[in-house]
């Protein structure tokens, strides 16, 4: 079973956690899923857990002091990855979320208002992860993001649409286009490949239309695909034909 600890200032905001896939994985003890609440591991009696930067320029940052309580509280003697949701990270995706999702235990932090005091990262930060280039007013959906994206990784937690290695990105592609009954819509029909039943050939086409999205929506992504020669063919149909 999976472990991640969550360090927010705001654990009502994990409601979503307790539905869906989240809730599915927990229920079945595949994953245990601990909030905690950073406040209360300050030591004044306000409860502060920010402050104005050194150096000046406004905001509010959030307290070393706090934070690296929180965290070695949480932690205790293990020895585990502790990640910072921030725009400052290194980019999520795909691979990342299969590297996470074979350990153990992961304890996420929430940063608020303006920032971190550089110092947590020093301190306890093994690992900082941005969701995208965009700042939001705190990490917990960043957080949340990522736990939906390691978690569906567990063997388990997917049922029948599980198979997690055969979805966009697992081979480094979008998935192309899927279609379902009615046959016919306002006049929109289904490519006849799928409807043959010939395997082979629809495997096929799955991948040429694969390759057909990825040009459209993600050309970078083609830059490291592994491509047979017919496949670079196509690619090369669709550069000339702008279609
Ligand atoms: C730490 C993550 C936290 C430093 C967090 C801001 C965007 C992302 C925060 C900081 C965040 C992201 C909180 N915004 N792109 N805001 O993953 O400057």
Not at 78 to 95: A, E, M, Y
Not at 224 to 232: G, Q
Request: hydrophobic share 40%.
């Amino acid at each position: 079973m999976m472990r991640i600890d969550v360090l927010t200032l705001f654990p009502q905001i994990f409601a979503p956690m307790h539905a869906s896939m989240m809730w599915k994985a927990q229920d079945h003890q595949l994953l245990d899923l601990q909030l905690h609440d950073i406040r209360d591991y300050t030591q004044n009696k306000h409860r502060t857990v920010d402050d104005t930067p050194y150096g000046g320029g406004g905001g509010m940052l959030m307290r070393v002091d706090v934070v690296v309580a929180a965290v070695e509280a949480v932690r205790g003697d293990d020895i585990c990855p502790v990640i910072l949701l921030s725009p400052q990270g290194r980019v999520f995706n795909h691979r990342i979320a299969v590297e996470l999702s074979q350990q153990p235990r992961l304890i996420l932090v929430c940063g608020h208002y303006e920032g971190i005091d550089e110092r947590v990262r020093e301190l306890v930060i093994t690992d900082d992860i941005s969701i995208g280039d965009y700042v939001l007013t705190g990490g917990e959906l960043a957080a949340m993001v990522l736990m939906d994206a390691i978690v569906r990784q567990i063997p388990g937690v997917l049922g029948a649409e599980g198979g997690a290695d055969r979805e966009s990105h697992a081979d480094g592609l979008l998935e192309g286009a899927h279609y379902t009954r009615p046959a016919e819509f306002r006049g929109l029909g289904v490519p006849e490949v799928l409807k043959n039943g010939n395997h082979g050939e629809i495997d096929r086409w799955r991948r040429l239309d694969s390759i057909r999205r990825t040009w459209h929506n993600r050309p970078e992504l083609l830059r490291h695909a592994a491509l047979t020669d017919a496949e670079k063919y196509y690619l090369a149909t669709l550069a000339m034909n702008k279609k």
